[in-house]
T-cell receptor, first 115, second 109 residues
Framework: DTGVSQDPRHKITKRGQNVTFRCDPISEHNRLYWYRQTLGQGPEFLTYFQNEAQLEKSRLLSDRFSAERPKGSFSTLEIQRTEQGDSAMYLC?????????????FGPGTRLLVL | EDQVTQSPEALRLQEGESSSLNCSYTVSGLRGLFWYRQDPGKGPEFLFTLYSAGEEKEKERLKATLTKKESFLHITAPKPEDSATYLCAVPEDNNDMRFGAGTRLTVKP
């Protein structure tokens, strides 16, 4: 059984650089979520996909952030022109919906440090 | 706006000392309350979902309960390996999860 996987696990970059993260959901799951988590806080929703369609974006997702899920499988989250405030753990989750009892399963996260 | 508040922020227990964590929420039309465990540097790990007031679920030393306004995570005779941050969350209308800030539990041997 393979759970949600994320790559890379850690990323250090300089301010102004672009970074891209990848998430591979649980294979039969049709929904995929991106969250951001800073130290001492719970995860905050960024965006989610149902299959390949991006259905919701948080106001936290500035125009420097873009997410894709081509073919409804893996997803990428790109941050352009990174800022120090982007330093956080980026979490991906997936779920099977609609089931009436939807549970989101999380990956290990990508920790981003912007210098 | 939906709110999820967890207390205490941090809890230190001796091994074997039972206690409870609280999650209070304000949400219209609750569609479940979720508990997760998160170890440092890792993603949240699903523990329980509760759907209606009065419902209880157990897993090893953990028991989660739900009322109309709050949920409790009871930890009976905890062990050091139970040390983690415990997060609760509720789904919102747009299908994302609203999380509390978590309770950081430390169990000393």
């Amino acid at each position: 059984d393979t759970g949600v996987s994320q790559d890379p696990r850690h990323k250090i970059t300089k301010r102004g650089q672009n970074v891209t993260f990848r998430c591979d959901p649980i294979s039969e799951h049709n929904r995929l979520y991106w969250y951001r988590q800073t130290l001492g806080q719970g995860p905050e929703f960024l965006t989610y996909f149902q299959n390949e369609a991006q259905l919701e974006k948080s106001r936290l997702l500035s125009d420097r952030f873009s997410a894709e899920r081509p073919k409804g499988s893996f997803s990428t989250l790109e941050i352009q022109r990174t800022e120090q405030g982007d330093s956080a753990m980026y979490l991906c989750a997936s779920s099977l919906a609609p089931t009436g009892q939807e549970t989101q399963y999380f990956g290990p996260g990508t920790r981003l440090l912007v210098l | 706006e939906d709110q999820v508040t967890q207390s205490p922020e941090a809890l230190r227990l001796q091994e074997g000392e039972s206690s409870s964590l609280n999650c209070s929420y304000t949400v219209s039309g609750l569609r479940g309350l979720f508990w997760y465990r998160q170890d440092p540097g890792k993603g949240p790990e699903f523990l329980f979902t509760l759907y209606s007031a009065g419902e209880e679920k157990e897993k090893e030393r953990l028991k989660a309960t739900l009322t109309k306004k709050e949920s409790f995570l009871h930890i009976t005779a905890p062990k050091p390996e139970d040390s983690a941050t415990y997060l609760c969350a509720v789904p919102e209308d747009n299908n994302d999860m609203r999380f509390g800030a978590g309770t950081r539990l430390t169990v000393k041997p």
